[in-house]
């Protein structure tokens, strides 16, 4: 029940490639200088094959085992890019380029996955095909998709797809999963109100919209509490309100609210969606201005296959022994799920230790968890292709 | 045991025919009561004792060695609604019907006690429990607070209830929640009233007791973790006013809170409370709230529910493990409070819900009931 002692022996290096990806961190699709030196080191590592390029930014690198008598192929997956966040963790390898932070652990990700592909490159004791797939884009850009969209689970056969995450609260070396979803579908939506703009001691001439977006914010709250089945889960919530007057005296004719709606299933997601717009539209008719609605769905609910969450499980426990095969399914969205809509597979948490959460200026990456990611990530090749 | 018990079936049916044509409500189930008595004295009842909080039957089945005390509850009492199920032996009682499949309930663990008397092929001793008031509740409570497990010190408790949309002959329980709490609330807002006409001269409560229901929508929209199921109903909104043209001075709501854990029925009713005082604050009226947690939430024992299901599996091959709770609530939760135990759904086939006026027990699941339950006994004695 260990890490494998390779990665024990790897630590300095792959600490230090994390902590150069720390200190240059990119956005979204911009990831080049992350993805090259990717390129770069699985080149270095001898790996058979890599593409840059997919996925607008992404990279995907196959490394062949010692024999291929079944045709077994299994995709492994990381992000790379970081977020606009200002750092102030005070490490000495804090982020060089102002407004810009790996907060989510994206380089710890990348690295471990580098690692796990250089000892694949070296021991190749597996029987078939390992795919490592470094994508741009999870914090918002799709990159999960875009690279789905470029065709890669075809052009390179993947039979099953496995991602990872730190997270934040779980000790070190102890993993977290659960069969089913795992994270929620975020959909994005605004709602624009028109009324009748004129003169705030006025308003028996106006239509005012402040009053219909504050009605439309409250009748929104039936969703949640009123229409969805209670053991379901859902959340709706009204983040910005914007009036296109910031004047103290003037009625807006127009105002734009924004939101998220979380759901777990595909049902429940389909309804929020359809009452988010009959509530906007209803109340908005009732006080006589028009609500008009475009709902956007983003990252779609990450969904664990039972049987190959067993798989992942299966392999945590060899590495650490220390696994929650049920944890709480998360609010969050994870854009792993484009590819999990594709192929079957699992995605898994790695306690981080008792750090700031992600997304938090203080938040740091652990390097004592890399063994324990990149054993997994390593484990899964040779559990899921044993070898000849 | 099941075909000894499928063969008093013709028995059972008329025993639980005669209770459909004779309901009676909740704590007034003396007929009822009365006839259970009656039958268990004449299977030769070890111990038959009537008269628990009123109406409520115990009796004592002793087995044939030592080993452990099994509590078997069933409750008796039917609903305040018309029947309108079109059966020969529809209520006789106007306005009062067995809606809910209690006077199944009831036969089937007559049919158990007949069978458990007769062939006495278990150890330890079965405890039977005809309980007065779920509809109502406080039956279960009612018996506690007389005495009841002092008395009979119980080491296992099951009961169960019939599903319609479940086919007759399936099973479904669960381990840990299976039923929800329910919590009563009734908030009394007082206003000032006055001409409708006038309302400035006025301290509208029907204005305010809007706000405080839009308002309430919060707690679950937003207080409570999305991971964990919570009901929060507005049930009645009644105001004192007497005409169109008339502010009324006070307005009454009344509701339900429904959850599954403590931590949450604490936060609901904190926010509840909270929600009405500073809505009812912030229009210049005032609030009362008065809150009363009524059943708690039906939890069973993971061992126990296990034992349930085991014993369901060697009757049927239609045994859902894993059964999604619901936000209804049962009463039989007062026992699992205070004894290990497993509550288990039997299937009554597609037909009207529960409580709907032409809801019909099927009499084709009693002995699926009834071998359950003596199951029960023979397993676990």
Not at chain 2, 194 to 215: E, N, S, T
Request: with cysteine; net charge negative; charged share 20%.
């Amino acid at each position: 029940m260990a890490p494998k002692n390779r990665f024990a022996e790897m630590l300095p290096e792959i600490a230090g490639w994390r902590q150069d990806f720390h200190e240059n961190p990119e956005l979204l699709f911009e990831v080049h200088r992350t993805a090259a030196r990717v390129a770069e080191l699985c080149r270095e590592f001898g790996c058979d094959e890599v593409t840059e390029g997919i996925g607008r930014t992404g990279v995907v690198v196959v490394i062949k085992g010692k024999t291929d008598t079944a045709g077994r192929v299994i995709g492994l997956r990381a992000d790379m890019d970081a977020l606009p966040i200002i750092e102030q963790t005070g490490v000495a390898y804090a982020s060089k380029v102002p407004g810009k932070m790996h907060a989510c652990g994206h380089d710890g990700h990348t690295s471990m996955l580098l690692g796990a592909a250089k000892y694949l490159a070296e021991t190749r004791n597996f029987d078939g095909t390992a795919v490592l797939i470094f994508q741009p884009a999870e914090e918002g850009g799709g990159g999960g998709r875009e690279m789905c969209a470029d065709g890669m689970m075809d052009r390179w056969g993947i039979q099953e797809v496995y991602g990872m995450h730190n997270m934040p609260g779980i000790p070190v070396g102890h993993f977290a999963i659960r069969p089913g979803a795992m994270m929620a579908a975020a959909d994005q939506f605004e709602i624009v109100v028109t009324g009748k703009g004129g003169h705030a001691a006025k308003p028996h001439d106006c239509i005012d919209t402040t009053v219909v977006a504050a009605h439309i914010i409250v009748a929104l709250q039936t969703i949640a509490s009123r229409g969805v089945d209670p053991l379901k889960q859902v959340v709706v919530s009204v983040c910005t309100v914007a009036t296109d007057s910031t004047a103290h005296n003037v009625i807006p004719q127009v105002v734009k609210m924004k939101g998220t709606v979380r759901t777990m299933d595909f049902g429940v997601q389909d309804y929020v969606e359809g009452r988010v717009k009959e509530i906007a539209a209803g109340v908005a008719l009732a006080l006589g201005a028009v609500a008009v609605v475009d709902y956007a769905r983003g990252y779609p609910v990450t969904v664990n296959a039972v049987e190959n969450t067993g798989f992942a499980a299966e392999v945590a426990r060899a590495v650490s022994g220390q696994v929650d095969e049920d944890t709480a399914p998360l609010m969050g969205a994870e854009d792993f799920s484009f590819m999990l809509l594709e192929r079957p597979g699992a995605y898994i948490f790695l306690g981080n230790g008792d750090t700031a959460m992600v997304h938090h200026p203080a938040y740091n990456f652990d390097d004592n968890a890399i063994p324990f990611g990149s054993s997994w990530y390593a484990g899964m090749v040779e559990a899921r292709m044993p070898a000849a | 045991m099941f075909a000894a018990i499928e063969a008093t079936l013709p028995e059972a049916v008329a025993w639980r025919r005669d209770f459909h044509a004779h309901p009676e409500l909740s704590f007034a189930e003396h007929r009822t009561g009365a006839k259970v008595a009656e039958l268990l004295r004449g299977f030769g009842c070890d111990v038959v004792e009537p008269g628990w909080s009123g109406t409520g039957v115990v009796a004592v089945i002793n087995g044939c060695g030592p080993g452990r005390r099994i509590g078997l509850r069933a409750d008796m009492d039917a609903l305040p609604i018309s029947e309108a199920s079109g059966v020969e032996f529809a209520s006789t009682v106007p306005g009062v019907m067995h809606a809910c499949g209690h006077d199944g309930h009831t036969a089937m663990l007559l049919a158990a006690a007949q069978y458990l008397t007769e062939s006495r092929a278990f150890s330890g001793q079965a405890v039977l429990i005809f309980q007065p008031g779920e509809e109502a509740g406080g039956g279960a409570r009612a018996m506690i607070a007389e005495g009841f497990l002092d008395r009979y010190p119980l080491d296992e408790v099951y009961a169960l209830h019939n599903m319609p949309g479940l086919a007759v002959g399936a099973y479904a329980s669960r381990p840990g929640p299976i039923m929800a709490a329910a919590d009563m609330f009734s908030i009394e807002i007082s206003g000032r009233g006055g001409h409708a006409a006038q309302p400035h001269l006025a301290l509208d409560p029907v204005m305010i007791a809007g706000h405080v229901l839009v308002a309430l929508q919060t707690v679950v929209a937003r207080n409570v973790d999305p991971l964990k199921p919570a009901v929060l109903s507005v049930s009645t909104v009644v105001s004192d006013g007497s005409g169109a043209c008339v502010v009324p001075g006070r307005v009454v709501l009344t509701g339900t809170v429904r959850s599954f854990e403590g931590a949450v029925q604490d936060l609901l009713e904190d926010r509840l409370r909270a929600v009405v005082t500073g809505v009812a604050a912030a229009h210049g009226g005032v609030a009362t709230v008065e809150y009363l947690r009524d059943a708690p939430a039906t939890v069973n024992d993971a061992v126990c529910a296990g034992y349930a299901l085991e014993v369901a599996r060697g009757l049927s091959a239609a045994v859902e493990g894993d059964v999604a709770p619901m936000m209804v609530s049962e009463d039989f939760s007062e026992f699992l409070l205070r004894v290990p135990g497993a509550f288990m759904f039997v299937g009554n086939g597609d037909g009207p819900l529960l409580h709907h006026p032409a809801y019909a027990f099927n009499d084709a699941g009693l002995p699926f009931g009834a071998a359950w339950l003596t199951g029960m006994v023979l397993a676990r004695g």
